[in-house]
C-alpha cells in the first residue's frame, strides 16, 4: 500500500495521560499536514511541514500538542495531558512540495479520552 | 459565519437518481476546490480537484465552481448503494491548509 498510513488506528487512554501518534506520509510527498475532525464536523486544520520544518500552526493546536518530523519522512503528533475534549479522529494528509497539489489522506487515528 | 458552509442532510435518493450537493463560501481568496467523499470511520477519499472557476466531470462525477457566486456543486448521475458516504467540499487560497466542510451525509438506497 503506497498511500498515507496512520498509526494506531484506535486509541482509548484516561484523561490526563500522553499519546502519541505516527503518520508515514506518501513516499515522495514532501508536506505533512495534520488535521482533527469531530462527529458531524469536518477535518480542522491543526498544523503543517514542508520537508522538517513546521510552517503553520492553527490556534487550535494548544500548548498540549506537540508535533514533530524529524528528518522530512514520518510525523508524530503528541497530546499531552489529555482531556475529554481531544476525543477526536486525527488525520494525517500528504501532497507534493507546490501548494497547489492536492491532499491525500490517511485513514485517521480515532482517539477517546474517558 | 463559517467560511464554508455546507447543508449536512441527510440526503436519502433512490438509486439511479442524479445527485446534486452544494458549498457556499465567503473567502474570494479560494482558489482550489476539492469533493471528498468520506465512508464511515474512514478517512477522506479525493473525488475532484477543481482550480478557480469551470467545470469537470469524471465518470459519473462533475464539479463546478462560481467564483462569481461563490459556489461550487458536485454531481453524482447514475447513483449507487455504494456511493452512500458524507461528502465533504474544501478549499484553498493563498495558504495550505484545506478549509472543509461539515459534510453531507448521502444514503443511495436500492
Known amino acids: 500500500d503506497t498511500g498515507v498510513s496512520q498509526d494506531p488506528r484506535h486509541k482509548i487512554t484516561k484523561r490526563g495521560q500522553n499519546v502519541t501518534f505516527r503518520c508515514d506520509p506518501i513516499?515522495?510527498?514532501?508536506?505533512l499536514y495534520w488535521y482533527r475532525q469531530t462527529l458531524g464536523q469536518g477535518p480542522e486544520f491543526l498544523t503543517y511541514?514542508?520537508?522538517?520544518?513546521?510552517?503553520?500552526k492553527s490556534r487550535l493546536l494548544s500548548d498540549r500538542f506537540s508535533a514533530e518530523r524529524p528528518k522530512g519522512s514520518f510525523s508524530t503528533l503528541e497530546i499531552q495531558r489529555t482531556e475529554q475534549g481531544d476525543s477526536a479522529m486525527y488525520l494525517c494528509?500528504?501532497?507534493?512540495?507546490?501548494?497547489?497539489?492536492?491532499?491525500?489522506f490517511g485513514p485517521g487515528t480515532r482517539l477517546l479520552v474517558l | 459565519q463559517k467560511e464554508v458552509e455546507q447543508d449536512p442532510g441527510p440526503l436519502s435518493v433512490p438509486e439511479g437518481a442524479i445527485v446534486s450537493l452544494n458549498c457556499t463560501y465567503s473567502?474570494?481568496?479560494?482558489?482550489?476546490f476539492m469533493w471528498y467523499r468520506q465512508y464511515s470511520r474512514k478517512g477522506p477519499e479525493l473525488l475532484m480537484y477543481t482550480y478557480s472557476s469551470g467545470n469537470k466531470e469524471d465518470g459519473r462525477f462533475t464539479a463546478q465552481v462560481d467564483k462569481s457566486s461563490k459556489y461550487i456543486s458536485l454531481f453524482i448521475r447514475d447513483s449507487q448503494p455504494s456511493d452512500s458516504a458524507t461528502y465533504l467540499c474544501a478549499m484553498a487560497g493563498n495558504t495550505d491548509k484545506l478549509i472543509f466542510g461539515t459534510g453531507t451525509r448521502l444514503q443511495v438506497f436500492p
Open positions: 473567502n474570494s481568496a479560494f482558489q482550489y
Open positions: 513516499s515522495e510527498h514532501n508536506r
Open positions: 494528509a500528504s501532497s507534493l512540495s507546490r501548494a497547489e497539489e492536492t491532499q491525500y
Open positions: 511541514f514542508q520537508n522538517e520544518a513546521q510552517l503553520e
